[in-house]
């Protein structure tokens, strides 16, 4: 068995070949709400050796229902710094950027390189999640981008696809059409719903430019949609062909 004892399941599962290759992988996460905190909490569970984390806000008491650093303690606090400490605890080899900003479309430029062999999109504002769609392709690094995972119940409704074979999530039409704006008609893998979501759980923002309205959430489905994500980038990893 390899030295890390805690990867020993996994090595089980993947081999030695495969812990190699998650090891020398760069991920980049950007948003770490109830989907992206999950979803960076399986990427560093499964032994990837190098994880960019990227938020600006922080833990609000409204979170706690749903996001991984939200707890009663953790009111007030960073979410990089409560992430940075948890997923340093579960692995302390693990080679831990964390970006304490909102990601600008300047910053999105910036931020998104050659250097990162996958990005996980989990922000839910459309013009910030745009500027990392449309960085991530222009550098030619695969994504995946999480839609909407408010207000929906059904777990088995959640999937993987292109972006533009996505179909009853509001935040994907959007990001569709803004998209086709860009003469971008494919090629972006999503996470999202076909459930058919209630109007009657969305609320109008007050105050806040970035969101215009949010729709309720219940604890599991964020979690969900951040599983979704992270399988699909360590799935891609483990699957793709060595390079020499």
């Known amino acids: 068995m390899n030295n890390n004892h805690w990867l020993e399941r996994t090595e089980l599962l993947i ?3 495969g812990l190699d ?3 020398k992988a760069h991920i980049l996460i950007v948003g770490l709400g109830g989907v992206g905190s999950f979803a960076a909490e399986f990427i560093a569970r499964a032994g990837v050796g190098s994880l960019t984390i990227v938020d600006g806000d922080c833990v609000s008491l409204s979170n706690i229902n749903r996001q991984l650093p939200a707890l009663h ?3 007030g606090k960073n979410k990089t ?3 940075a400490t948890r997923l340093l605890d579960i692995n302390p080899q693990l080679n831990l950027t ?3 900003e909102f990601l600008t479309p300047e910053r999105a430029t910036e931020i998104v390189t050659p250097q ?3 990005v996980i999109d989990c922000i839910d504002s459309i013009t910030p999640k745009l500027n990392l769609i449309l960085s991530a392709k222009r550098q030619r690094v695969r994504l995946v981008s999480c839609m909407g995972a408010g207000g929906a119940t059904d777990v088995s409704q959640i999937k993987v696809t292109d972006l533009m074979k996505t179909y009853n999530c509001p935040l994907a039409k959007f990001i569709r059409k803004r998209l086709k704006n860009e003469r971008i008609d494919s090629g972006i893998k999503a996470v999202f719903s076909s ?3 209630s109007k009657d759980s969305m609320q109008r923002t007050e105050g806040l430019d970035y969101k215009k309205s949010f729709y309720g959430t219940i604890s599991f ?3 969900a949609f951040g599983l979704h994500a992270a399988a699909a980038a360590i799935n891609y990893l483990l699957k793709r062909p060595s390079t020499p």
Request: charge should be negative; aromatic fraction near 8%; avoid cysteine.
């Open 15 to 17: 081999k030695q070949q």
């Open 21 to 23: 290759t998650l090891q």
């Open 73 to 75: 303690s953790t009111v």
């Open 81 to 83: 710094e409560v992430m």
């Open 98 to 100: 964390v970006i304490h």
């Open 116 to 118: 990162f062999d996958y």
């Open 195 to 197: 459930e058919i979501v």
């Open 221 to 223: 489905m964020p979690a």
